[in-house]
Structures are given as structure tokens and as C-alpha cells.
């Protein structure tokens, strides 16, 4: 999307610098974590198409549905952990927690997703959820860990 100054991932890179360029097709992500934050500002950006493309075809969906989650606005991503997934791996996994806004209740999606790389390119594969809704007195800011 032209024109966003920083990237949704939380980077301190433009979207065009950082995620967009990966999910406009300009280039791949050479890493798990790059993908993985690709996939988080497609989801805040409702980039379905993207979200498709970079999920392994084992277990991919035939749709997400995001038109139809439109109340859902994402508010901040922390990568908290992983294993591999650089350049040079085929297997990673990264941790993470993202925080969203869904119905005026704030909550966050733990996860631990598993990506693969083939034929050079990297796919997430899945991951182990879980959500913890906060409470109204809990702040939340977009770059907390």
C-alpha cells in the first residue's frame, strides 16, 4: 500500500522498505521471520491473496474469510522467540504475540508458528495458538514486549 509511512510488522522501516516489497511481489523473504512478519501486516492490512500465497499448500486453507472479520484491527507484534529459519535453514519456528482490537475487547494471539522453505522459498506451515483477552485497565502500546 503506497503511501503508509511505517510498516504495520511494528519495524521501524517503511512499509515499502520492510514488508511491502514482499507483499507486492517485488521480492521474497529471506528469512521465517521476515515472512512471518509479512504475513502479520497482510493480516492488518486484509491482503488475503498474500496470506494464500505464502501458506504451505499442505496445509492451506481455501479461504480466510478476512472480509468478513473487518472489526478486527491489529494493534502491535512481538516476536518473543524462535528457532532457525535463516537464509541458510529449511525448517524455523518463531514465536510471537500480537495484539488486536476485536468488538472494543483487546486481546492478544499467542503463537508458535512452524514455516518451511522449498525451492528457496519460505511457507507457513501452521502454528499453536492462544488468546488472552485483557482488561479494560491493561494498556497496551504497539511496541510493548
Known amino acids: 500500500m503506497p503511501g503508509l509511512a511505517s510498516c504495520p510488522c511494528g519495524s521501524v522501516e517503511t512499509y515499502a ?3 511491502g516489497r514482499y507483499i507486492d511481489g ?3 523473504p529471506p528469512t521465517a521471520l521476515a515472512l512471518m512478519r ?8 486484509g491482503n488475503e491473496g498474500y496470506l494464500l500465497q505464502t501458506w504451505h499448500a499442505s496445509t492451506r486453507p481455501a479461504r480466510l474469510g478476512l472480509a468478513d472479520e473487518s472489526a478486527v484491527e491489529w494493534l502491535g507484534l512481538s516476536v518473543v522467540g524462535g528457532t532457525r529459519g535463516a537464509a541458510e535453514d529449511d525448517v524455523g519456528t518463531i514465536r510471537f504475540v500480537a495484539r488486536y482490537r476485536n468488538g472494543g475487547v483487546i486481546a492478544r494471539l499467542h503463537e508458535d508458528s512452524r514455516f518451511v522453505r522449498e525451492d528457496g522459498r519460505w511457507f507457513y506451515v501452521d502454528g499453536v495458538t492462544t ?3 485483557t482488561t479494560g485497565s491493561e494498556k497496551i502500546s504497539r511496541n510493548e514486549p
Open 17 to 19: 522498505a520492510c514488508c
Open 26 to 28: 517485488a521480492a521474497m
Open 38 to 45: 509479512s504475513r502479520y501486516a497482510a493480516y492488518a492490512l
Open 131 to 133: 488468546q488472552h483477552a
